[in-house]
């Protein structure tokens, strides 16, 4: 099942009661609906309110949980802060956080993609670019000069001619293949630390520095690698 909150949200029908929105009409509210509502601070005194009595805010509130008390597996949000509160904001992380489904975020709000998401692909004119979760990971994404196609064959050329035997080249993959395996276990730890909602800002910072690290070193050690199985291949 997939739940979408767009920007827009559901129109709600203004004559409906909150329990209608979320229960659907003629329906009571079950035990997970009902706590669903007072975790976002609808109390059970408001269930049987008018969606007209609410405000604006209450009314998006509402939207926010009509998509969230159906239980899906794959849940969509585009640009979810743009008119959430900013309590509202930190309940939606704190529910995000206890989601086992799949998520998939569309956002410009990076505070918010560091504490709810894994993986960040940032849209830009030169296409995507797949990167790790934190701020300072994407800011070192945005600062890196990028090597374009004719550059790495220029590179490839060179390995090519580069007069290594074999056996050279065989020991060097192997050492570039360990330190892979070596960063992607540090990748994985400081991904899982970034994850500890107890950081504080500033542990988080470093955190996202650190993994950025990684990530970097990463990059440049599977362009490594990519140039020696090259050059094994053209020799064989």
């Not at 060097?172 to 360990?178: A, F, M, P």
């Amino acid at each position: 099942l997939i739940g979408y909150f767009d920007q827009m949200g559901e129109i709600l029908d203004q004559d409906c009661t909150v329990e209608e929105v979320i229960a659907g009409p003629g329906t009571r509210l079950d035990h997970n609906q009902a706590a669903l509502l007072r975790r976002f601070w609808f109390e059970p005194a408001t269930h049987r309110a008018q969606i007209r009595t609410l405000s604006g805010g209450e009314q998006r509130r509402l939207q926010l949980l009509g998509v969230l008390a159906a239980e899906p597996n794959v849940l969509l949000l585009d640009e979810p802060t743009n008119d959430l509160d900013i309590d509202t904001l930190r309940a939606l992380e704190d529910w995000l956080d206890t989601f086992s489904g799949a998520l998939v975020v569309v956002t410009h709000d990076r505070v918010f993609l560091e504490r709810v998401v894994d993986h960040v692909v940032a849209v830009g004119s030169d296409g995507f670019r797949q990167l790790g979760a934190g701020e300072a990971v994407w800011e070192q994404a945005r600062s890196k000069p990028k090597i374009n196609t004719r550059d790495k064959k220029v590179r490839a050329d060179r390995l090519h001619s580069s007069g290594r035997s074999m056996s050279t080249l065989r020991h060097q993959i192997k050492q570039v293949e360990g330190d892979l395996d070596r960063l992607s276990s540090e990748r994985d730890e400081w991904s899982i630390r970034l994850g500890d909602t107890g950081l504080t800002h500033d542990a988080r910072l470093e955190t996202s520095t650190q993994l950025a690290n990684v990530l970097a070193q990463l990059e440049l050690l599977e362009e490594r690698w990519l140039a020696i199985s090259e050059e094994m291949e053209g020799r064989g």
